[in-house]
């Protein structure tokens, strides 16, 4: 219940940031936050990260599912008490969900986090790094436990 209790709240809470950046700006409208340094600038991405692949829609649809199909098979195979890896799972199905419904029902990805020395991104995005970097620094810890102890 706590795993989708996460991947729910990422997906409601990327839905509605998404949706306030949608009705309240225009579109490529950027209004500064933190100087030129952070600024909210509302973009719609019709392709993936970094504006790769854009017109390759429906493929990306294809892509968000299998990925998410497959976060959920690695939830149910790990044990409920993993509770490391299931909100890391969580996080990356939350943001791909978020996503997913953007493409599904905009045919484009709402961004609006702009740090000017990197392309826009949103709250999902940034959910999806956050997971798979915990993956990652998860499996990484392991594999140097099980270096140091070849036992």
Known sequence: MYFYFIVLLIVV?????????????????SIPLLGEVIKLTYVRNTGAAFSTFIGFS????????????????????????ALFLQTALALVLGGSLGNLLDRIFRSYVVDYLDITIWPVFNFADVMINVGVILIAVKLFLKEEKDVSNPV
């Open 13 to 29: 809470l990327d839905q509605y940031f998404k949706y306030l950046v949608h009705k309240l700006m225009f579109l490529g409208q």
């Open 58 to 81: 429906p493929y990306l649809i294809a892509v968000g599912i299998i990925v998410a199909l497959g976060v959920i098979y690695f939830h149910y195979r790990l044990p409920a008490k």
